[in-house]
């Protein structure tokens, strides 16, 4: 009995081995790595809708170079050594052909000397440290978003506008509050070197897991600023605008710029809770942008997942079209022939007109501030009016990020 | 001057919330041995119960109720079900079934409410501001100032004054001896569990307008209401309350003077009182 | 029957190294590096276990020194360094003092109060490679770019830049370190440390140095923490402050105690089974850590010595000799409770 099911067993597979062999055409295969569990999932999640959404469009007209795309999607709880494990399953188990993702800054930042040992390219979809396309920057990894020194660039443009004198922060105390600060104050220097600002024990720093911010308001108001910076994001902001709110932080005493106040999620859960008419920056706005590319995007996301795209899902949506658009340059999917595909690729995705620079390896893109309005067609609150800063004037040179990158070969 | 005013009472209105918290843990810890690590997951789902009741009846005060209650129904089936089978076991053993409940009841209100961030509104007659010495405060903090000290104080004469009080510290003192006069000890344990699941879901009702609501905002509170236990003195009511005070107000204070080592105060609390009392503020030496 | 013992004993972990030796010769590259990851976490694990399962001590902190190994490593590649053996040694040395300071405070304290110090320590330091940004690069962490070499001899020079070889240096380093550990478990030192779990007024009274042994101890298994860490540094390429973060700190207990506390080699095996767990449950669900805790409450319910040393039990009761396996832990007492 067991020798003819064993019998069975090899003529059937004798015979279906070939068939599934000329019917599974080869795939490219792209891996994915985003916070999928924990505190900050919904970043990934949005990430993986977008990242769906690009991969189902591109396999409907044809795929890459003929192929389909399959992803593969694994979660790096925001941990550096879960993310590593995480994406070297993706290379050695799942033998992807590219990478993208990664939403932590101090993640991007310790795993990316390991991608350039992988020997694998990679584009980063939401961490904004400049250092990844600065000081450890290498010839494998590549941003499409937009990163923190871009966007206070055009922070500070906007803060010179404003005419306030004396400026402060609010920003969360590990290394994004802390380079954003840094960075506002160097660049805002430059435009206008009559600005001040508090010194470094009157600016607040309110720790990661933070939920009362009634002390970090109390202080800031009571240093009397004539501008706040803040760099809050997520979780914290949200609590920090509901409690500034209460305690009359945003009654005109002072201008107030968020920099990432119009992420999507931080809007939909404040929803008329947060102020009208504060200046607000994110990394892409949905509707910033009029191109049939982005109207097309906002709609099928809209239509598939009932929500407007946040910018993690945008930037995991631009990836997949920023690989496509590498692969068919390339007309291969070899690694190393992506890498120089995309080095210096210009490219449209929704948010605009975008260039891989040689020099750093990071997307040229442009930054989106605007103030909150109400509107009765969405459900949170929307900017208006939208201020658009070209990626031209918000990057700085190659020169300046301490990125060199040993190109070619 | 105002910042001074400010600080306590910034101070005093997030060590009330701790202290709600930190006394369900002291209970739980002083009647049945048990150190809860869910504990702040129980906290956490008291908001989340707390929001969904509110949108039920569409009103704070029953999510207030009605809420917690649900929570304790939850922890009612942990304690009969799960951490019975542990008292008698290793604290390690006790940490880690504590530490599964914790990943079952955090990723479980995931996946029913989602990863996203909730809001809570506070009712209209907290949802004001009131002036203090020329400075505007919101009155919801005032409440979390003024409820804390009303539920521990009602707690405490129930402890002292009352039958089921008085039998409870029986069997915290000698279960063995309790069981011997008639005493229902495992009905007990039950019971003060449950109590210990309403405190913390409570808190986490009562902190729902303050912060927002994500699952993981347990995480973030049950080490500082560890640290408040132990300061205080494992199982001591005084010390949860004094050991709040002094915790909430040293995290306000430190904003000013501590700099960049303000996350490391409670930690510095925690090292000194146990170098100087190890067995806390409130209980006696061993 | 101390025979008997010894034999049941010493084929197991032979039988294991020489599997350990020749799996990664076979398997797929995906799986020498989550065998290396257990590796490294079991060395954490058994290392933690000589504290908790030997001395009685529960540590919440050893993330600390896990960290401080680590970031040693970090540091000298940083500096230039690239001898293995000063890396390993340092890596080795500066946990080891970090422990003797934490030791000196901490192990007056008992039960969860010794948990609760060590956790307070374990998380200064954290705060510490958090804030200290010229040194430990603050939140973000030091990334590694280049790995030590061995040079062997003068004759061949050994890179570890391949899974393969990154794992051989790790299976070397850890089969070392647990032969050393276990032959302190086995000597006159961890006897007496076995004793002081189980009485530590009557080790007192017959003249032993409670405090002093306990420090020796905590320190010995600060030191091998700290190695666990530097491979991690290497393994990674990285050390982040994540690695002194009591959730990190969590993950030794949470091993030693599915693997079986009174089992010298149980938390290793506690290692393997988390990661495989974790492994298969994340291929089916995004909510893997749902499922996680639903795995977990069973191993706590039904495997009181943890599921090595409970299946061990079981296995020495079935042959019938009623031979009592070495070193394992009697059921404690219940706590000590407080007063309301």
């Not at chain 1, 997520?234 to 002072?254: E, H, K, P, W, Y």
């Not at chain 2, 940490?95 to 809001?119: N, P, Q």
């Not at chain 2, 005032?142 to 008085?166: A, N």
Request: glycine share 10%.
């Amino acid at each position: 009995m067991k020798k003819r099911a064993l019998s069975i067993l090899i003529v059937l597979s004798f015979v279906l081995v070939p068939f599934i062999a000329v019917h599974a055409a080869p795939t490219v295969k792209i891996g994915f790595t985003y916070i999928m569990s924990g505190p900050f999932s919904a970043y990934g999640q949005f990430a993986k809708q977008g990242a769906k959404l690009a991969i189902e469009e591109v396999n409907a007209s044809g795929g890459i170079n003929g192929q389909k795309i399959e992803g593969f999607f694994e979660d790096s709880t925001g941990k550096a050594d879960v993310a590593l494990r995480a994406i070297r399953k993706l290379v050695y188990q799942n033998k992807v052909d590219m990478l993208i993702g990664l939403d932590s800054s101090g993640v991007a930042k310790t795993v990316v000397p390991s991608i350039e040992k992988m020997q694998i390219p990679m584009i980063i979809t939401h961490a904004a440290t400049p250092d990844v396309t600065g000081s450890v920057c290498n010839k494998y990894t590549f941003r499409i978003s937009l990163n923190l020194a871009q966007n206070v660039r055009a922070a500070t443009l906007l803060a010179k506008e404003t005419g306030a004198k004396k400026w402060t922060t609010v920003g969360p105390d590990y290394a994004f509050g802390h380079q954003s600060w840094e960075y506002f104050e160097k660049y805002l220097k430059d435009l206008n070197p009559a600005t001040t600002f508090l010194p470094k024990d009157q600016v607040a720093f309110p720790p990661f897991k933070t939920t009362d911010f009634s002390a970090y308001i109390t202080k800031v108001m009571s240093s009397k600023p004539d501008g706040v910076f803040v760099s809050l994001w997520g979780g914290n902001l949200i609590d920090f605008v509901r409690q500034a709110s209460t305690m009359g932080f945003f009654n005109g005493d002072f201008e107030v710029l968020f920099s990432l106040g119009a992420a999507t999620e931080v809007l939909t859960a404040l929803d008329d809770k947060m102020p009208e008419g504060l200046w607000v920056g994110t990394r892409y706005w949905f509707l910033a942008n009029d191109s049939a590319m982005n109207k097309s995007f906002v709609g099928n996301y809209h239509k598939k997942y009932g929500v407007y795209p946040s910018y993690n899902a945008h930037g995991a949506y631009g990836a997949v079209y920023a690989y496509k658009a590498a692969a068919e340059k390339a007309k291969s999917t070899e690694k190393m022939a992506i890498v120089k595909a995309l080095e210096g690729l210009k490219m449209e995705i929704p948010t605009g007109m975008i260039e891989f620079r040689k020099g750093d390896h990071q997307a040229v893109t442009d930054a989106h501030w605007g103030k909150t309005a109400a509107s009765a067609d969405y459900p949170h609150r929307i900017l208006k009016p939208i201020k658009i800063f070209k990626g031209q004037d918000i990057t700085p040179p190659v020169s300046e990020t301490g990125c060199s990158i040993v190109s070619g070969k | 001057m105002e910042i001074l005013l400010l600080n306590i009472l910034n101070g005093l209105s997030w060590g009330m919330l701790l202290f709600l918290i930190a006394i369900g843990l002291t209970t739980v810890f002083g009647v049945m041995g048990v150190l809860n690590f869910a504990h702040g997951s129980l906290f956490m789902l008291g908001a989340y119960l707390c929001m969904q009741a509110m949108q039920y009846f569409d009103s704070f005060w029953f999510g207030l109720l009605v809420g917690p209650l649900c929570a304790v129904v939850i922890g009612v089936l942990v304690e009969k079900y799960l951490l019975k089978k542990v008292y008698n076991r290793d604290v390690s053993y006790q940490l880690l079934l504590t530490f599964a409940v914790l990943l079952i009841l955090d990723d479980g209100v995931r996946m029913i409410w989602g990863s996203g961030y909730h809001i809570v509104e506070p009712p209209a007659i907290l949802g004001g501001i009131i002036s203090v010495a020329g400075q505007d405060y919101p009155v919801y903090r005032f409440f979390l100032i003024v409820i804390g000290p009303i539920i521990g104080g009602l707690l405490w004469s129930f402890f002292h004054f009352t039958k089921w009080g008085k039998i409870i510290r029986a069997a915290s003192f000698d279960d063995i001896m309790a069981e011997g006069v008639g005493i229902n000890v495992p009905l007990i344990y039950t019971a003060v569990f449950a109590l210990g699941t309403w405190l913390a879901a409570l808190g986490g009702a009562l902190s729902a307008p303050q912060q927002s609501l994500i699952p993981s905002m347990g995480e973030k509170i049950i080490i500082e209401s560890f640290i408040v236990v132990v300061v205080g003195g494992m199982g001591s009511f005084p010390g949860a309350f004094v050991g709040a005070l002094v915790l909430g107000l040293l995290e306000s204070f430190g904003t000013v003077f501590a700099g960049r080592m303000q996350m490391a105060i409670p930690y510095i609390l925690l090292a000194a009182i146990l170098l100087i009392r190890p067995n806390g503020l409130f209980r006696k030496g061993v | 029957m101390m025979n008997i013992q010894k034999s049941h004993s010493l084929s197991g972990p032979v039988l294991l190294t020489i599997l350990l030796f020749i799996a990664p010769l076979v398997m797929p590259t995906y799986w020498v590096i989550l065998l290396s990851e257990i590796l490294i976490m079991g060395l954490m694990a058994v290392s933690f276990n000589l504290l908790l399962g030997y001395t009685g001590l529960l540590s919440f902190g050893q993330g600390a020194f896990f960290g401080i190994g680590a970031y040693s490593a970090a540091l000298m590649l940083q500096a230039g360094h690239e001898n293995l053996f000063l890396i390993l040694l340092a890596g080795m040395l500066v946990p080891l003092l970090a422990a003797l300071v934490v030791g000196f405070f901490s192990v007056r304290l008992d039960e969860i109060f010794f948990a609760m110090i060590t956790l307070g320590f374990g998380m200064l330091f954290f705060s510490i490679a958090h804030s200290w940004i010229d040194v430990t690069g603050g939140s973000d962490g030091l990334p590694v770019f280049a790995l030590p070499g061995l040079n062997l001899f003068g004759v061949v020079q050994l890179t570890f830049y391949a899974p393969i070889s990154m794992y051989y240096l790790i299976f070397v380093t850890v089969l070392i370190c647990v032969c050393l550990l276990r032959m302190i478990v086995h000597s006159p030192f961890g006897l007496i440390l076995k004793a002081m779990r189980e009485n530590k007024q009557r080790v007192s009274y017959a003249g032993g140095n409670v405090r002093v042994l306990r420090i020796a101890a905590f320190a010995i298994s600060g030191a091998f923490t700290g190695l666990a860490g530097v491979l991690f540094c290497l393994f990674n390429n990285m050390a982040t402050p994540e690695f002194m973060h009591w959730s990190f700190s969590a993950k030794p207990v949470i091993m030693s105690v599915i693997g079986g506390t009174g089992v010298f080699l149980g938390p290793l095996f506690g290692a393997g089974v988390f990661f495989i767990l974790e492994q298969i449950i994340i291929q089916f669900t995004e909510n893997w850590m749902f499922f996680l805790g639903i795995v977990l409450v069973p191993i706590v319910l039904f495997f009181p010595e943890g599921v090595f040393g409970t299946l061990r039990n079981k296995f020495y009761k079935v042959a019938g000799r009623g031979l009592q396996p070495p070193s394992a832990r009697g059921k404690r007492q219940k706590n000590e409770k407080g007063t309301v």
